[in-house]
């Protein structure tokens, strides 16, 4: 018997079990293989463009992925430095097994949790309600909450060429037996696509003929907890393809089973095959090629940017036609994977099903992409199953809260029709949802909940006094006018001034920092950069901030018109037939989240908001 069963031990599994177990919750976490917890079978890298947000924000909460990156990664980099705060991104190269044992350490050591090796073979569900899951070699086991984080392994199929194996990634089995119960519960299930390049033994590699990618120094860290000095141990290198790959591939397309028929699963558009780069920007006579290094101990290093399910024979022209991999030896061919998925627009914001109490889905069964995605939809399935074991409201990220709020809406309104990737561009508020302020956002829901700790609360409540105290000398320090002010300006190649100005007002300058103003007062130089970074933001971008801020309370009052669960689509007068349709089968939480489902017109919404007065006046 337990409280909650996990089913499988990818990144969602174990923020999901990590997270029920730090709220009190007895938990079994269920995976197919141990060796396979927390694997990255992809890219050994955690973060990026929008997905470095995600990460602090799973931080923020009290995951787990911040620190395990932290503790494990071989270079770090900060992107889009060049552009504004709101699309910085940490991104991190990661010691591929030193992060499993890091990630497997915390499941074993954490109190309430338990861990196994076990393939789930069916899920029971009584009354509408989950009241057990079974395993292939026959035992059942109460529980009163599931989480489904089965990745990419129902019904998986290995594809290299015209070979098509059952079987997980790297060689890990597949999971033939869940789809079949999902089924039945309720869940029509489709095929998606995803894939990963070759591996290359690094003593083939000619990195004379790459370009060096160095880390940043110095390094920032993914979690707000993280104190120690953090240093970059490795470089990745740069180099291209080239017509020579190009002519291979264009060779050999009628052997590549995404044009020959034997792919039938829909594969992510941002993150394309090599195959598909050459078909589809046939103008360019190049592209980037990244080399990674997936471990301190490894000899592999990753291939990003040619991913590939090419024939072997292939792969092997292909990638030693490459500048610097002419001796290229292949450790681990490239292949592609197609597995079962759900429907996301079947759950609750809360990633709950909307018909079968107590079974939750997180990570790529939902149709995402991504280990940060799916440690984030974990993190939350996992909360929100231990709210409801311990019968409380559940947790629900709005789009004006969080990124996980905008993935979380994005699956359960709109739905994808192919791997879900998160991208700066999907957040309407993202000047508001920096990664920087993730904790500021998020750390207080965290604590309230019983995940964050009373330690990041405190450091969260600190930095806010910090930055307060500091915007309040800013706003209070003034500069006269005279020589040595006008030689300051001159300095920084700002025009004389006859009238004096603020440290608030310099600061509001584009091409002045706050360091710069700390030449002039000391004062302004404290200890906690993050509260320095803070101060400068709110600063610099407060005209920006003050609009955003009067657009989400403008969405807020459509997020907060609440639609009752039992209303009766059909009953309303004037809704158009396919608004009812996909009202009545996604059961929108509010008003807000029915107007960004596809299909419901803002006539439709404005009925909704008549009929819901009508009803006020009638109670």
């Given at each position: 018997m337990a409280d909650l069963v996990v089913i499988g031990g990818g990144h969602a599994g174990c923020e999901a079990a990590l997270a029920a177990a730090r709220m009190g919750i007895d938990t079994l976490l269920l995976t197919l293989n141990m060796d396979g917890i927390a694997l990255m079978a992809c890219n050994p890298v955690i973060g990026g463009s929008a997905k470095g947000h995600l990460v602090r924000e799973l931080d923020a909460l009290g995951g787990e992925m911040g620190l395990a990156i932290d503790d494990t990664f071989l270079q770090s980099r900060m992107l889009n430095t060049s552009k504004g705060p709101a699309v910085h991104a940490l991104r991190a190269q990661a010691d591929?097994?030193?992060?499993?044992?890091?990630?497997?350490?915390?499941?074993?050591?954490?109190?309430?949790?338990?861990?196994?090796?076990?393939?789930?073979?069916?899920?029971?569900?009584?009354?509408?309600?989950?009241?057990?899951?079974?395993?292939?070699?026959g035992q059942c086991i109460p529980c009163r909450a599931a989480i489904v984080a089965s990745g990419v392994y129902l019904r998986s199929d290995i594809i290299i060429g015209e070979s098509i194996t059952p079987g997980g990634p790297q060689g890990l089995m597949s999971a033939p037996l869940l789809s079949a119960s999902l089924e039945e519960i309720g869940f029509p299930l489709r095929r998606f696509k995803t894939g990963t390049p070759a591996r290359i033994d690094v003593r083939s590699i000619d990195f004379d003929e790459m370009t060096p990618q160095p880390g940043d120094e110095p390094v920032v860290p993914f979690s707000f907890l993280t104190e120690k000095q953090l240093i970059n141990t490795h470089q990745c290198y740069l180099t291209w393809t080239t017509p020579e790959t190009h002519d291979i591939i264009r060779a050999n397309l009628h052997r590549a089973p995404l044009y020959s028929?034997?792919?039938?699963?829909?594969?992510?558009?941002?993150?394309?095959?090599?195959?598909d780069k050459i078909v589809k920007f046939a103008d360019k006579d190049r592209h980037q090629v990244f080399l990674e290094p997936e471990g301190m101990k490894s000899h592999e290093w990753y291939v990003q940017g040619m991913s590939t399910s090419l024939p072997e024979d292939v792969q092997w022209q292909m990638y030693r036609s490459v500048p610097g991999l002419r001796r290229a030896e292949l450790t681990r061919l490239a292949y592609a994977i197609e597995y079962d998925c759900i429907d996301s627009r079947q759950l609750r914001p809360t990633l709950e099903s909307l018909h079968v109490k107590g079974l939750f889905f997180a990570g790529q069964i939902n149709g995402t992409s991504g280990y940060e995605e799916a440690a984030c939809q974990g993190l939350l399935a996992g909360m929100n199953a231990a709210l409801g074991i311990q019968g409380?409201?559940?947790?629900?990220?709005?789009?004006?809260?969080?990124?996980?709020?905008?993935?979380?809406?994005?699956?359960?309104?709109?739905?994808?029709?192919?791997?879900?990737?998160?991208?700066?561009?999907?957040?309407?508020?993202?000047?508001?949802?920096?990664?920087?302020?993730?904790?500021?956002?998020?750390?207080?829901?965290?604590?309230?909940?019983?995940?964050?700790?009373?330690?990041?609360?405190?450091?969260?409540?600190?930095?806010?006094?910090?930055?307060?105290?500091?915007?309040?000398?800013?706003?209070?320090?003034?500069y006269t006018p005279g020589v040595d002010f006008n030689a300051w300006l001159a300095a920084h190649d700002q025009p004389e001034s006859a009238t004096g100005a603020?440290?608030?007002?310099?600061?509001?300058?584009?091409?002045?920092?706050?360091?710069?103003?700390?030449?002039?007062?000391?004062?302004?130089?404290?200890?906690?950069?993050?509260?320095?970074?803070?101060?400068?933001?709110?600063?610099?971008?407060?005209?920006?901030?003050?609009?955003?801020?009067?657009?989400?309370?403008?969405?807020?009052?459509?997020?907060?018109?609440?639609?009752?669960?039992?209303?009766?689509?059909?009953?309303?007068?004037?809704?158009?037939?396919?608004?009812?349709?996909?009202?009545?089968?996604?059961?929108?939480?509010?008003?807000a989240a029915a107007s960004r489902i596809p299909g419901v017109s803002p006539a439709d919404v404005a009925v909704l908001m008549v009929y819901l007065e009508k009803q006020k006046v009638n109670v």
């Open positions: 591929k097994q030193e992060y499993q044992n890091r990630m497997r350490s915390a499941l074993f050591t954490q109190e309430r949790l338990t861990v196994r090796q076990g393939e789930v073979s069916a899920i029971d569900v009584e009354d509408g309600r989950v009241v057990a899951v079974h395993t292939a070699s028929g034997k792919i039938h699963g829909v594969g992510p558009r941002y993150c394309p095959s090599i195959e409380r409201e559940g947790l629900v990220l709005t789009r004006d809260m969080a990124y996980i709020g905008v993935l979380t809406d994005d699956l359960t309104t709109k739905g994808t029709d192919e791997p879900y990737r998160m991208m700066t561009s999907r957040a309407e508020h993202r000047l508001k949802l920096r990664q920087d302020n993730a904790d500021l956002r998020l750390t207080k829901i965290g604590h309230g909940l019983g995940l964050a700790t009373d330690e990041r609360m405190e450091r969260t409540e600190r930095k806010i006094r910090e930055t307060e105290k500091l915007l309040g000398v800013l706003r209070t320090t003034r603020s440290a608030e007002e310099l600061l509001r300058r584009p091409d002045i920092r706050l360091s710069d103003l700390c030449e002039m007062s000391p004062e302004l130089d404290i200890d906690d950069p993050q509260a320095k970074e803070q101060a400068e933001i709110e600063v610099k971008y407060a005209g920006y901030l003050d609009r955003q801020d009067a657009l989400i309370r403008r969405a807020r009052a459509m997020e907060e018109t609440l639609l009752p669960e039992n209303i009766d689509y059909a009953a309303v007068t004037g809704l158009r037939i396919e608004a009812r349709q996909k009202l009545e089968k996604q059961k929108p939480r509010s008003l």
